[in-house]
């Protein structure tokens, strides 16, 4: 056998591998195309991990927003002043569903969250809104609720029934009006315009 420089080499001739090894040009596309490999391969492996963490922030966010409209809506029913005042304010909901419920007195958001707000199955209150987590599979759904039953008689269209405002692209017009006293409780109606 002859001792050529060259892999496999082999009386003279040169092997197969010989070019590949010989050609830094076509040495470096290997390795920018294997760097590149292991680069995308780091990048999906961290995006397992960080997508889920980072879906539950989004969620608490949105949680955080949708109490801050109970709130806002809270504030605009006890400031509304007397018979005949009303407001009309912009809202949108994004995720879960806005609920008023005129037979029970209540309005309250439901949403889907991957992000455990409070502890399942049991109700904790911030300030007036009363918040309640319970578990499914991988996912949560919370419940946020301001009952106004002792203080407000809530209607929908002038009427004590239920309604549901899902997510939108575009928000809603809301009209909150108060129209006078039944029954030693004030009259709070709300209307979608």
Do not use: C, H
């Not at 002792?150 to 909150?176: E, F, G, H, M, Q």
Request: aromatic share 8%; glycine share 8%; no cysteine.
């Amino acid at each position: 056998m002859n001792k050529k420089k060259g892999f496999l080499a082999e009386r003279g001739r040169k092997g197969p591998l010989d070019n590949v090894f010989e050609n830094k040009a076509g040495q470096i596309w290997v390795e920018t195309v294997i760097y590149t490999m292991i680069a995308f391969a780091l990048i999906g492996l961290v995006l397992t991990f960080a997508r889920p963490r980072i879906e539950e922030i989004q969620d608490k966010g949105t949680i955080e927003q949708s109490i801050g409209v109970l709130e806002e809506i809270d504030q605009i029913i006890k400031n509304l002043g007397g018979p005949g005042n009303q407001r009309v304010i912009m809202l949108r909901v994004g995720n879960g569903a806005l609920n008023i419920d005129g037979i029970y007195n209540k309005i309250f958001f439901e949403l889907e969250s991957r992000y455990e707000y409070s502890e399942p199955g049991i109700s904790i209150s911030i300030g007036n809104i009363d918040v309640l987590t319970e578990a499914r599979a991988r996912v949560y759904d919370i419940t946020l609720t301001r009952d106004y039953e002792s203080d407000y008689n809530i209607t929908y269209n002038n009427v004590d029934n239920l309604r549901k405002l899902s997510s939108a692209s575009t928000p809603y017009r809301i009209l909150i009006a108060d129209k006078g006293e039944t029954e030693g409780k004030r009259v709070i109606n709300i209307e979608v315009l």
